[in-house]
């Protein structure tokens, strides 16, 4: 069967897909930059595309993009109230030494859990329990940080809410077959998924992710810093004395930190302190071999014994050593140290930075951020309670001393607790039993968290992952531009062929696997633009069920297992993992295997092919 004559229009929505599929792959420019570049480039070519100003603006008044948006706020409001710090907190009482129980607890909690509130927030919460946990227990946080992300994506397929995909997925499908999601429409299907997913990573998965960080190692020795550090006394002929340590490292062009002053009992963190350096003082110096050798002979000073470097170095009642996560909306991505002033605006000096397996320590504050980065920050413990509300970090992990009594931190509204359940539980109802449209009750959710003091306004703002919504704006044209271009039809006609000869469940599964493939490269979201429109002209075209399709691509692109960039919350896990890039390879394939074998079945079990 001949398929339809491919056009300029099609050629050029052909054109806009591989040029966004090579940018999100390479991360060449900001995802949401590509997508509004695409949103642009329809309506500048529009007599070729057929998308007119208000088509292409339609993402942003899609009910899709503004659910997503209320529910980020939502689940803030849940997060806040302390729900998911309870809940980490009991997991340390199940726990004990065991390792297995350890892996049991994180699935167990995240893969629900995240089915209700979204598994972004979930993650995030979840991570520095979790290697706090491993390093109490002497259990490498390796072993669980792969399981944490795997677990709440599977989970996020439990509801229509939690993740942003299903949601894009219900909105698509509600226009191409007039058929969207109910609230559990497919969760039979998410705890077939679950179950099985949880399993794998139970029994099989133990023996595939690897120890990266070694049980129990503190932070220096995870970010590698022991010959970066050294120790060293002002002699009475040094010509640091007399001067602050801003003003003796002003003039030196040099790649060199003063960690802090030891004067006696008093220790003096370095750069802030405006206390003047004396002679006997004891410096901690942050630096590579060859820069340390030449300033301690330039500055007079006089080597102390080879101490071992550990975090009990620069740990007391009031200093302490953090490891903290750049997360995928952080206003640090893109930036530097010396450009985002990094010290004057977070209160602490970054001693390396850690991308997977790879440690930058030399020229820290020249090392361009990237999502997914860790760092080494050593600061207060006053610094640290601010820090906790900055969105631009995320805390992965602590040392003993900055651990604060949880009865002292207010920034939680624990009274508030039953208030923001009852909230997100009436959303979940109200949509459930038809009684508002999903946009309307979650809309209602949000008006009602901050009426209700669980949010205030700004942290609503904030809760919002921008760089999402602008994502989902820019590419839900593209998926009407497919239609009204004709390019699904186009690519339908060129499956419909080898199709035709094959059996309906097996095109689905194949459709699975294809819709994966693509998601690990261009992520969750894009790939369901581009894919359910061409699964539902497959399938109508063949005589299959088109919800059936629509399930698979949902599925597929919610359950990007085999990169670090498929999926947001492998990414969150990639680095405070310590995490090589085939490792998701090696953990994610066999798992992305299993479950296209899994969800195909599944779906034609419960709906039909």
Not at 15 to 39: D, K, M, R, W
Not at 252 to 266: E, F, N, P, S, Y
Not at 582 to 598: C, Y
Request: charged letters at 15%; hydrophobic letters at 50%; aromatic letters at 6%.
């Amino acid at each position: 069967m001949a398929g339809p004559e491919l056009t300029i229009g099609m050629g050029i929505v052909f054109a806009l897909i591989g040029g966004a599929a090579v940018c999100f792959a390479l991360e060449l420019v900001p995802n949401e930059i590509v997508a509004l570049s695409i949103l642009v480039a329809l309506v500048l070519l529009e007599p070729w595309t057929n998308m007119g100003v208000t088509e292409a603006l339609s993402g942003f008044s899609s009910p899709a993009t503004v659910t997503v948006m209320a529910m980020f706020i939502l689940s803030e409001g849940v997060r806040r109230t302390g729900v998911v710090r309870l809940l980490s907190r009991k997991m340390r009482s199940f726990t004990g030494t065991s390792e297995q129980r350890h892996l049991l607890a994180t699935v167990g909690l995240s893969g629900p859990l995240a089915g209700i509130v979204n598994n972004t927030p979930v993650v995030a919460v979840l991570i520095p329990t979790l290697v706090d946990l491993a390093k109490t227990n002497r259990i490498s946080p390796s072993k669980l940080l792969i399981p944490l992300s795997y677990a709440s994506m599977m989970g996020g397929m439990l509801t229509l809410i939690g993740t942003a995909s299903t949601i894009l997925a219900s909105d698509l499908s509600s226009r191409l077959i007039g058929h969207p999601f109910a609230m559990f429409e497919f969760t039979h299907l998410g705890l077939l998924v679950l179950g099985v997913g949880a399993g794998y990573l139970l029994t099989v998965g133990p023996s595939l992710i690897p120890a990266r960080i070694q049980p129990a190692a503190d932070l220096t020795a995870t970010f590698d810093m022991r010959d970066y550090l050294a120790r060293v006394q002002v002699t009475p002929a040094s010509p640091l004395i007399g001067k602050t340590i801003e003003a003796g490292l002003r003039d030196m062009a040099v790649d060199l930190d003063i960690l802090q002053i030891v004067r006696g009992d008093a220790t003096y963190i370095g750069p802030f302190t405006d206390q003047d350096i004396e002679s006997g003082d004891i410096l901690t110096i942050r630096a590579d071999a060859t820069t340390r050798d030449t300033f301690i002979e330039h500055m007079a000073l006089e080597r102390r014994s080879a101490k071992r470097m550990t975090d009990d170095l620069f740990i007391d009642d009031t200093h302490t050593l953090l490891e903290y996560t750049v997360p995928p909306d952080s206003g640090l991505v893109g930036e530097t140290l010396v450009r985002s002033a990094f010290r004057n605006r977070y209160g602490g000096t970054v001693l390396g930075i850690r991308r997977g397996d790879e440690v930058i320590r030399d020229r820290v504050e020249a090392a361009t951020l990237r999502e997914g980065d860790s760092l080494l920050v050593q600061t207060t413990r006053d610094q640290e309670a601010l820090l906790q509300t900055v969105p631009d970090l995320t805390l992965t992990r602590a040392t003993p001393f900055a651990r604060r009594d949880e009865s002292e931190d207010d920034s939680y509204r624990t009274g508030k607790m039953p208030v923001a359940l009852g909230i997100m539980g009436g959303v979940i109802l109200a949509a459930a039993v038809g009684a508002l449209p999903i946009v309307i009750a979650a809309l209602t959710g949000v008006i009602l968290m901050v009426l209700s003091g669980c949010l205030k306004t700004e942290e609503a703002y904030e809760a919002v992952s921008w760089d999402i919504i602008f994502l989902l704006a820019g590419i839900i044209p593209l998926g009407l531009a497919m239609q009204t271009s004709g390019a699904a039809g186009y690519l339908a006609g060129l499956v419909m062929g080898p199709a035709e000869f094959l059996p309906a469940v097996v095109t689905l599964g194949l459709f699975y696997v294809l819709t994966a493939l693509l998601a690990n490269v261009i992520g969750n979201n894009a790939s369901v633009v581009i894919m359910l429109p061409v699964a539902v002209d497959i399938a109508q075209s063949v005589g299959a069920n088109p919800f059936a399709f629509v399930l698979a691509v949902t599925f597929a692109a919610s359950t990007a297992f085999m990169t670090p960039v498929g999926y947001q919350t492998n990414l969150m896990v990639y680095t405070p993992g310590g995490y090589r890039f085939l490792d998701f390879v090696r953990v994610g394939a066999p798992l992305q295997l299993l479950l296209a074998v899994v969800t195909t079945l599944g779906i034609a079990g419960f709906w039909g092919v």
